[in-house]
């Protein structure tokens, strides 16, 4: 019995029996249960943030720089994962969270008004090359340095929100509900990339957001109360 790929006929058998389903059956079935809860989630993981900088009109706080490495690291973990055959609940994620990414930069440059030159050129330079990278039209050595490297962006797309939170000593305009997903939506990840033997780059990828995204949680919940200084315009 198997539904999205998920086979139910080991758990199901177990129940039938009255016995409790063996560690070697659950395990796959929780880790593949939590996969595509974590793709169901994702679908709405960035729109607290989205709503919360529509609703102040405001980008005060944020990092432009850390939410448009987000998108390339997105961007380079998807295609990853689509050209080495994973199956969807391992990285299903990825899709949804590419696409409230890149709506959020938009939310940002709307807001940020006026948008210097770099800041466009930046843009253009992505939209010219992610859809080569997404088809996969690439040398296979230089996808996997690609995705090597897209940990390493993760990590300084959170740095530059870390240092302005902690330089201004104050979150402004981030989203709580937002942060908390994203250290969840890490945790189960670890679990569930262990159980689908996954490449030990994606588990790294895992750990490292546990990492980044617990820092910037943290630094929320330590300056909950505090006002930042007027944010100028996006570079």
Request: hydrophobic share 50%.
């Amino acid at each position: 019995m198997d539904y999205l790929g998920i086979d139910l006929s080991c758990a199901i058998g177990s129940l039938k029996d009255g016995n409790f389903p063996p560690k070697d059956c659950l395990l796959p079935l929780i880790s593949k249960l939590l996969g595509y809860a974590i793709v169901a989630a994702s679908t709405t993981v960035k729109l607290p943030q989205i709503l919360k900088i529509v609703n102040h009109k405001s980008v005060r706080g944020l990092s432009l720089i850390a939410f448009e490495l987000e998108v390339v690291g997105y961007t380079i973990a998807l295609a990853y994962c689509l050209h080495n055959g994973l199956p969807f609940s391992a990285y299903g994620e990825l899709v949804f969270l590419l696409i409230q990414a890149l709506i959020l930069v938009a939310v940002i440059y709307y807001y940020s008004k006026p948008v210097g030159i770099t800041t466009w050129i930046r843009a253009l330079l992505y939209c010219a090359v992610a859809p080569t990278i997404l088809a996969g039209q690439i040398d296979p050595i230089l996808f996997e340095a690609l995705y090597a490297s897209q940990h390493a962006i993760f990590f300084f797309a959170r740095v530059p929100q870390i240092w302005k939170n902690f330089s201004n000593k104050s979150t402004g305009e981030l989203s709580f509900l937002t942060c908390l997903m994203n250290v969840a939506g890490s945790l189960v990840r670890v679990f569930t990339s262990l159980q689908e033997k996954a490449p030990t780059m994606v588990l790294l990828g895992s750990v490292l957001g546990i990492a980044t995204n617990g820092a910037v949680l943290s630094q929320i919940i330590l300056y909950w109360n505090s006002q930042v200084p007027k944010e100028k315009k996006a570079e």
